[in-house]
């Protein structure tokens, strides 16, 4: 062990409360970067409910293509949100879990009643670029904080939402 490491003894808060985080990057940032994140998971999960919504209703000559697409669509943005809420808690803040929560930070509607088959399409294809725009708004902090996990965490994100609206976009080309 070096002379380093044994001089760097955890930080105990023998009172019962959790110890300091000291992970390089200040609670500022932390806190400002865990906010940036808690509205991507509002997004992700708005989205997520949007996705499912129109899996179970879709109707009409592209259902079974639909349905199915959806439902690969929503099962990956429901394994999305718990990477999203556990970077948040990483970092040392709450992630949000409630409706009321998730409508307050999210920049996605809600869709009014049950539209036609590509009406959803068009929802989704708007949704999944929002989303993508929030995660991308994030990067200038992450970089500043240089919070590679953050970082990594977008990239994966923007990737997988850019390249479903386009393939959502594909399907209302004619």
Known sequence: MSTKTKDK??????NGKAMPIDIGISEKLRGQI???LSCLLADSYTLY???HNFHWNVTGPMFNTLHVMFMQQYTEQWNALDLIA???RSLGF??????????????IQEVAGTPKALDMVRHLVA????TARTARSLFALVDEAN???????????LDVHEKTAWMLRSLLEE
């Open 34 to 36: 865990a906010g940036g």
């Open 94 to 107: 709450h992630a949000p879990g409630t409706y009321k929560e998730f409508v307050k930070l999210a920049s």
């Open 127 to 130: 949704a999944q670029e929002a």
């Open 147 to 157: 919070d590679q996990p953050t970082a990594d965490l977008l990239t994966q994100r």
């Open 49 to 51: 409910l949007m996705t």
């Open 9 to 14: 003894a955890p930080k105990t808060a023998g």
């Open 86 to 88: 556990e970077r948040i």
